[in-house]
């Protein structure tokens, strides 16, 4: 039986999907898959796959097509995507339109094509796994490929993925930007006029300044925040372009709150959220933004059933006081501020808090008064007591 026909009769079986090229008649020894895949991952062999075929052929097409041009092994690890609820993988197609392969790296495109079909990939040598990706659409609702800002939100799921050995340290922001564009598909519009206002005219030429054993692990999202702080910056999401703006510009166009460091470096009160939810728990909505944004939250028991209550929503650069406030409106749930953390509970035991919290304030300004009021000056002291008169003699 032919390799391709066993192939087909795996896949028809729901087995899992591995793609192992051969030499001649001759299956590839591990020695030569390994040497193989590092070629490809150190060499930048460029994919030759047809940019119009991107959204027409389905995954286990565009796999075999990259396995038989480059001669890696590319595994489908289809149990992962079972305890992930996925089914028919294989099959799905990329909603990209204008991507062109012919210009990226094979580790690039994979990177972008898969998000669009949303699976990840790890780096087993020899081979390459094939593995589910977090994404909006399928843990916060469904994927609205129309939304434009929904189809960033479903990039920025991915981890980033950095050469070996990369210093950001010491790339220009505008070179670095330009590489995650063309990596992931995204367009990035830098707001110069937004950093000459704060006195920072060559926002392009400068670097980050971050002090860190490894990036790995991060998010789009994350990888942002970090890296242009560092530079006085952040992003805005406007549908599918991302504007990198100064902070103050940020904090008047999101009416944010923001702080001052000791650097004298300006930084947002709060991060901004960009989330797309529809009709999915509460619960899981904050602990899938705690986690994107790094913010501590915690529902209380008080909330009840309104925890799981069906939120929908469509937030974009909101900050994260507000964007969880409402969602928590929606199941009739309120949001109390306890120093960095948000608490989620039911309306009256938030009135509780606020009471209690309103009765502490009190007492720490009658304290306050006291040890601000002046000393009361000392009681003069009493006039020695005048002895009796004799009694008259009778």
């Known amino acids: 039986m032919s390799r391709f026909r066993m192939l087909a009769l795996a896949c028809a079986c729901g087995l899992t999907l591995t793609i192992v090229p051969a030499v001649g008649d001759e299956p590839l020894t591990d020695a030569q898959k390994e040497k193989n ?85 790890k780096i087993e040598l020899p081979r390459i796994v094939i593995v589910p990706a977090p994404r909006w659409n399928e843990k916060l609702g469904e994927f609205d490929r129309t939304d434009r800002a929904a189809v960033v939100l479903a990039t920025f799921e991915q981890e980033i993925q950095l050469k070996e050995g990369t210093n950001i340290n010491e790339i220009p922001l505008f070179e670095l930007l330009q590489d995650l564009s063309k990596r992931y598909q995204l367009t990035f519009v830098v ?18 300044r971050i002090a860190t054993t490894h990036l790995r692990g991060l998010r789009l999202p994350q990888f942002l925040n970090v890296t242009l702080e560092s530079v006085g910056a952040t992003y805005l999401l406007k549908n599918d372009v991302i504007e990198i703006v100064s902070i103050p510009h940020a904090a008047k166009v999101t009416k944010s709150g923001i702080s001052q460091e000791e650097d004298g470096r300006g ?53 994260a006081d507000k964007a969880l406030e409402l969602l928590a409106l929606q199941c009739d749930l309120r949001v109390v501020r306890r120093g960095a953390a948000y608490f ?28 601000e009021a002046p000393a009361k000056p000392p009681a003069p002291p009493a006039p020695p007591e005048k002895p009796l008169a004799p009694a008259p003699e009778k």
């Open 267 to 319: 930084r947002l009160n709060e991060p901004l959220v960009a989330a797309i939810v529809k009709e999915k728990p509460l619960n899981e909505v904050v602990a899938r933004i705690a986690e994107m944004y790094d913010l501590t939250v915690v529902v209380s028991p008080q909330a009840g059933d309104a925890r799981t209550g069906f939120v929908t929503a469509r937030l974009l650069n909101v900050p």
């Open 191 to 208: 707001n110069e006029e937004s950093f000459k206002a704060v006195g920072s005219p060559n926002i392009r030429e400068e670097k980050a």
């Open 344 to 371: 989620i509970t039911s309306r009256d035991h938030a009135n509780e808090l606020f009471g209690e919290k309103l009765e502490k304030e009190r007492q720490l300004i009658e304290v306050q008064k006291l040890r």
């Open 37 to 121: 895949l590092e070629r490809v991952l150190r060499e930048k062999a460029k994919t030759k796959i047809e940019s119009e075929a991107v959204g027409e052929l389905s995954v286990s097409e565009v796999l075999k097509k990259i396995s038989k041009e480059h001669g890696i092994e590319i595994v489908v690890s289809e149990e992962a995507f079972r305890a992930a609820g996925i089914t028919g993988f294989k099959d799905r197609k990329s909603f990209l339109r204008s991507i062109n392969p012919a210009e990226m790296t094979v580790p690039q495109f994979l990177d972008v094509w898969l998000a669009s079909v949303g699976a990840t990939y």
